[in-house]
């Protein structure tokens, strides 16, 4: 093996922590993707021999490159949008793929994302790579251009604001399942007190349709409004089945011609659903691989 392929196959064994890294940092899996590549770039053009720690030199030369994408983004927005939800992660509800692991470690829910997209770049950076990835202040610092102490505050900024908006879900999937099925139940029978009373009377639902000149509302408050909501779309629930989003109990809308309609992540706190984040932009969800869910398509 020559240095060229040592340093590919040593690449590689870092791959998936890279790309669940900049997952979190950026919220798009398309973006990450880059992100990760790119470290790969900056890696060939370095002297790797000088590297001590190649995992940690990897996961600091992305944060720098996802921080810079941040940044970018976020120059270019010149209206703030109206609700996205980013880029799901879906795997089936009874079964993980051993290479997803890592993007569905300590199940960063889709509420969580959607935070995390309110929050500056730099506080997103040091709340990512300290808090999910237990990296140093004194190795963030640098990528931010702070000081130690100073990062520590952005980190801090960003976990207030994080528990503000981001309720931990149940820990129990099983749990998390029976309240999705019932969910769905009371949908396709269009039973609204049912609804109401599996929605937290605060839950809100957001909903991302891209382009699409879809004329419903996009962000919805309070339970009877959700289910209002929910019954609108009931003959599309024939087609909803649940799903592992992000690490929780969701819901895939996918009809027996294979083609997504819908991938909906929930939040289920103390046995109601307190958040549901929907994405149904046709283009993103275009790019997901479902070729787990359509092998077990009805004829």
């Given at each position: 093996?020559?240095?060229?392929?040592?340093?590919?196959d040593e690449f590689?064994g870092h791959r998936?922590?890279l790309?669940a890294?900049?997952?979190r940092?950026?919220?798009?899996?398309?973006?990450a993707?880059d992100a990760v590549q790119?470290?790969?770039?900056r890696l060939?053009?370095?002297?790797a021999a000088?590297?001590?720690n190649?995992?940690?030199?990897l996961?600091?030369?992305?944060g720098?490159?996802?921080l810079?994408?941040?940044?970018?983004r976020t120059?270019?927005?010149?209206?703030?949008?109206?609700?996205h939800?980013?880029?799901?992660i879906?795997?089936?509800?009874?079964g993980?793929?051993p290479e997803?692991e890592?993007?569905l470690?300590?199940?960063?829910?889709?509420?969580?994302?959607?935070?995390?997209?309110?929050?500056?770049?730099?506080e997103?950076l040091?709340f990512?790579?300290?808090d999910?990835?237990?990296?140093?202040f004194d190795?963030?610092?640098?990528i931010?251009?702070?000081?130690?102490g100073?990062?520590?505050?952005l980190?801090s900024?960003?976990?207030?604001?994080?528990?503000?908006?981001?309720?931990?879900?149940?820990?129990?999937?099983?749990?998390?399942r029976?309240?999705v099925?019932?969910?769905?139940?009371?949908s396709?029978?269009?039973d609204?007190?049912?609804?109401v009373?599996?929605?937290?009377?605060?839950?809100v639902?957001?909903?991302?349709?891209?382009a699409?000149p879809?004329?419903?509302?996009r962000?919805?408050?309070g339970?009877e409004?959700?289910?209002r909501?929910?019954?609108?779309?009931?003959?599309?629930?024939?087609y909803?089945?649940p799903?592992l989003?992000?690490?929780?109990m969701?819901v895939?809308n996918i009809p027996?011609?294979?083609q997504?309609?819908?991938?909906?992540?929930?939040t289920v706190?103390?046995?109601?659903?307190?958040?549901?984040?929907i994405l149904?932009?046709?283009?993103?969800?275009?790019?997901?691989?479902?070729?787990?869910?359509?092998?077990?398509?009805?004829d």
């Amino acid at each position: 093996m020559n240095d060229t392929e040592w340093l590919a196959d040593e690449f590689e064994g870092h791959r998936s922590h890279l790309r669940a890294v900049a997952y979190r940092m950026l919220g798009s899996l398309t973006e990450a993707d880059d992100a990760v590549q790119e470290a790969w770039i900056r890696l060939n053009r370095s002297d790797a021999a000088e590297v001590r720690n190649l995992g940690g030199w990897l996961t600091t030369v992305v944060g720098r490159v996802c921080l810079d994408m941040l940044r970018s983004r976020t120059s270019r927005r010149e209206e703030p949008l109206d609700v996205h939800v980013p880029d799901p992660i879906v795997a089936p509800a009874d079964g993980v793929d051993p290479e997803q692991e890592a993007m569905l470690a300590d199940s960063v829910g889709l509420a969580l994302q959607v935070v995390l997209d309110t929050l500056t770049p730099a506080e997103r950076l040091a709340f990512v790579l300290h808090d999910m990835f237990a990296l140093p202040f004194d190795d963030i610092a640098p990528i931010v251009g702070r000081a130690p102490g100073a990062t520590r505050q952005l980190a801090s900024r960003a976990r207030r604001r994080i528990q503000g908006g981001a309720p931990a879900p149940d820990r129990d999937l099983a749990r998390q399942r029976e309240v999705v099925e019932a969910f769905l139940a009371a949908s396709r029978g269009g039973d609204f007190e049912a609804l109401v009373a599996l929605l937290d009377p605060d839950v809100v639902l957001r909903a991302d349709y891209g382009a699409a000149p879809f004329d419903v509302a996009r962000l919805v408050r309070g339970a009877e409004a959700v289910a209002r909501q929910a019954l609108m779309f009931s003959k599309m629930a024939q087609y909803a089945r649940p799903a592992l989003v992000n690490g929780a109990m969701g819901v895939i809308n996918i009809p027996p011609s294979g083609q997504l309609y819908g991938v909906m992540g929930m939040t289920v706190v103390d046995g109601r659903i307190v958040a549901i984040d929907i994405l149904a932009d046709p283009e993103r969800l275009a790019s997901l691989d479902v070729s787990d869910f359509i092998a077990d398509l009805p004829d």
